[in-house]
């Protein structure tokens, strides 16, 4: 296999670890764009995401950025920001920010919508306030799709952030870009195989998170 | 925004556009295709979908850059290294909206087409595959919205599409043609997801009457999550 | 068995499918085609790429519109990539024709080791040592070299005219420029032969295009490869530093053929357009498409119709 072995051979040189240039350094700087990106969405989309479900108000604005996320090509976003920004740290983190937005949004506002009706009565009837039946009955219920909300975009994230790299940032699409201005596929390979090995990390971390955070009880129920 | 220059570029724009759409529904008809035998597979042996399934949801996490890159190595530069992975990523979405589909199938439906003499493929072609269709068209429109929006990524590789836009417009500092871009893919993937809609209503004159609630699958990497949770 | 339910859902199975494969019709004959996984083109149809920087789109595009309006049939595959990229390509024929720079096509993909200079010293060695598939045509006085560049207020600071001076301070320096400029023959590696410079940093930018020009003003790069027919020179008030080494070759605009793919009349064509471009001519049109940001077959018209030739 023509890509394993030029991905191999890159990545086992001594030379990829040093320097600016280096692995660790790339990785970093990706783990950082991805991380704060991550952040700022969803401190942005999660209280809206879940106060839209719970008043039950803007289905239809929801329904129509649920269409059109996805049709929104990402790297067009990035130079779009280049244009009107110029080259700096906000010119990749806008973007990045705003397409993390919609899943995290809609998913949550799903979640919260979801809840069964007589969960709510019940916790009322209970004598919760309406705090109250948010903060211990809609969200952990809603739980699984806010963490796939998180886990999409989170996904999103890393992959727009290896995109980035066309306008001139650092991370691990660096050494895609470079490589392909230079037509050496080992970089280009091992660029790659890095993108890939941390998406799927990414993928793991959070279905890990997600038996942390969902209560065993729905864990159980979403199997049936 | 100089607006001059869309009617001189007319011809461009409308070549790089065509050349988009095709990627894309190229990609996303072959998902399709792969997809109703492989669902309708994993839907007759149970077993086989949690693997599957797992499959899909890791192949779809993968950077769309980072499959055409990998695809180099086989097809050099040329349209099936970008229609190849996007055909795979169609396949992540579609292949759980098909088992879904099939599987929704109320049971008594199921008895009634047996009890009237259908074999399983007749029940299969006339019964559970015509109900499974909202499901299955819902997957294809995102797959279609998806592909066509990531199709213009192929530019990075020199594979023609509106993404040329982007690029030029970059090189140039030129707002207008990255604007274009931007504008066309979208208008073209939502014409796309448009005819969809028209063709599932065409083929579902049953439906008509019901609101359209919004599925699951718009928003999901793949509605994968709920079988996961069993399977991790 | 064809009741009316069926009748209706394969008609909308055949208007997808119909469709599906009008799209798929038009777009295999418009000329953005990928022809990069074929072999040589025909006799008397060409296909002619451009690199991934305007003024090389803006060659081919005048290429192309004077061999069109010499009856003969074009593809264009522009925007391909680097030469490392497309080299490849029109070796083997996919390619026909590609608006190239003597100097650097020879020190980058024909022979790394080459020390010609000059012009006539540059075209001896590519017609000596191009594999037999390719050859150059005749070459244009119009120059489009690398450089080093740097801003105005940093040249006067150091008293800078040329690249040697750069000597004691590249230490402190961090350089900028296309990706490929790192490994390049005459990137970092020729300027640490030929001048004794050794950079803190290099910072992979793009084809003198916006990210390297922005880098240069933000001080993240002190000096950068900026092409010296980038227009921004001028508007940016930046310095192309002295070469006195030749670090960089002369490198002409001249069209690079695969030989089976061209015909007398092509040839003749090129040669023609090859003749009447000159440096000046080159610097007004890249200005006018990526200052202006006039359109390429609309710049190239316009010179081609002011220089005589076919369009």
């Known amino acids: 296999m023509t890509f ?16 600016a240039d280096g692995i660790p350094i790339r990785l970093l700087q990706h783990l950082g764009y991805s991380g704060l990106a991550l952040l700022v969405a ?26 059109i996320w996805r049709a ?9 920001m280049v244009v009107y920004l110029g080259f700096s740290p906000l010119t990749w983190l806008i973007p990045l920010v705003a397409l993390a937005i919609p899943p995290i949004l809609v998913n949550a506002y799903e979640g919260v919508l979801g809840v069964d009706p007589d969960l709510i009565d019940a916790a009322s009837g ?68 890095l993108v890939v090995l941390l998406a799927l990390l990414v993928q793991v971390v959070f279905v890990g998170l997600r038996r942390l955070v969902v209560p065993a009880g729905l864990r159980r129920a979403a199997r049936t | 925004m100089v607006w001059s220059w869309i009617p001189q570029n007319i011809g461009q724009i409308g070549q790089l556009t065509l050349q988009n759409a095709y990627l894309g529904i190229v990609s996303a008809m072959l998902g399709l295709g792969i997809s109703v035998p492989l669902g309708i597979i994993c839907v007759r042996w149970r077993l086989l979908y949690p693997p599957v399934l797992s499959i899909a949801s890791a192949i779809y996490a993968i950077p769309s850059l980072a499959l055409f890159v990998v695809l180099i190595a086989f097809t050099g530069l040329s349209d099936a290294t970008v229609i190849i992975p996007l055909t795979l990523f169609s396949l992540c979405v579609l292949v759980p909206n098909v088992v879904d589909g099939l599987r929704s199938v109320p049971e008594p439906v199921r008895q009634a087409a047996t009890a009237m003499g259908f074999g399983p493929l007749r029940r299969l072609a006339q019964v559970e595959l015509p109900v499974a269709i909202p499901v299955i068209i819902a997957g294809l429109r995102v797959a279609t919205v998806s592909s066509i929006s990531l199709a213009s990524l192929g530019q990075l590789i020199g594979v023609s599409s509106l993404g040329y836009f982007f690029i030029d417009g970059l090189q140039r500092d030129f707002p207008t043609e990255v604007y274009a871009g931007i504008a066309m893919v979208i208008v073209l993937a939502l014409a796309a997801d448009l005819l969809l809609i028209v063709i599932r209503r065409m083929l579902t004159p049953w439906q008509r009457r019901r609101a359209e609630p919004m599925p699951p699958a718009v928003l999901t990497p793949a509605p994968a999550d709920r079988d996961l949770a069993g399977v991790s | 068995m064809l009741t009316t339910p069926s009748l209706r859902r394969l008609a909308a199975a055949g208007l997808a499918l119909a469709a599906g494969l009008t799209l798929a019709a038009c777009s295999s004959s418009s000329t953005s085609s990928n022809p990069l996984g074929g072999g040589p083109a025909s006799k008397g149809s060409v296909v002619i790429g451009s690199a991934n920087f305007p003024e090389n789109e803006l060659l081919a595009e005048i290429y192309a519109l004077a061999l069109q309006a010499k009856g003969v049939k074009v593809t264009d595959k522009f925007n391909i990539g680097a030469r490392e990229v497309y080299y490849p390509e029109i070796a083997k024929g996919a390619i026909t024709i590609i608006p190239e720079y003597n100097g650097a096509l020879l020190t980058t993909s024909v022979d790394t080791t080459s020390t010609a200079a000059s012009t006539s010293q540059v075209d001896a060695a590519l017609d000596a040592k191009l594999p037999s598939t390719l050859e150059i045509l005749n070459p244009s006085s119009a120059q489009d070299k690398d450089s080093v560049t740097v801003t105005q207020a940093f ?10 001076q750069l000597k004691p301070l590249a230490k402190t320096m961090s350089i900028g420029g296309p990706p490929e400029f790192k490994t390049r023959t005459d990137g970092l590696i020729g300027l640490a032969k030929n001048y004794g410079l ?31 027919t980038t227009p921004q020179i001028i508007t940016d008030h930046l310095v192309a530093l002295a070469d006195p080494k030749f670090n960089f070759a002369a490198q002409n605009v001249v069209p690079l053929v695969y030989k089976k793919g061209v015909n007398s009349l092509i040839i ?34 316009g010179w081609l119709k002011s220089e005589g030739l076919p369009y």
Not at chain 1, 73 to 80: F, N
Not at chain 3, 155 to 164: F, P, V
């Open chain 1, 72 to 80: 929104i090509p990402t790297l067009g976003l990035l130079i779009m």
């Open chain 3, 268 to 301: 003749n064509t090129l040669n023609a357009i090859s003749a009447k471009l000159t440096t000046a001519g080159l610097l007004a049109m890249d200005k006018a498409v990526i200052l202006d940001h006039a359109s390429y077959s609309t710049v190239a018209t």
């Open chain 1, 4 to 19: 394993l072995s030029f991905a191999w051979t890159w990545l086992t040189s001594r030379q990829q670890w040093h320097g």
């Open chain 3, 198 to 228: 050794h950079f803190k940093a290099f910072v992979p930018l793009d084809e003198s295009g916006p990210i390297t020009l922005a880098a240069l003003q933000d001080g993240k790069v002190q000096a950068a490869d900026v092409f010296t």
């Open chain 3, 155 to 164: 040249a006067k600071a150091h008293h800078l005219t040329s690249i040697a």
């Open chain 1, 126 to 193: 209970m004598g919760m306030t309406g705090w109250q039946v948010l903060r211990r009955v809609e969200i952990p219920v809603a739980m699984p799709l806010i963490m796939l909300g998180l886990r999409t975009a989170a996904i999103f994230i890393v992959a727009t952030a290896t995109i980035a790299a066309e306008i001139g940032t650092g991370g691990l699409g660096r050494y895609i870009i470079d490589g392909l201005a230079s037509n050496e596929y080992g970089q280009v390979a091992g660029g790659a195989a």
């Open chain 1, 42 to 67: 969803g401190l942005i989309a999660l209280p809206l995401g879940v106060a839209i479900g719970h008043t039950g108000r803007g289905a239809f604005a929801i329904v129509s950025l649920a269409n």
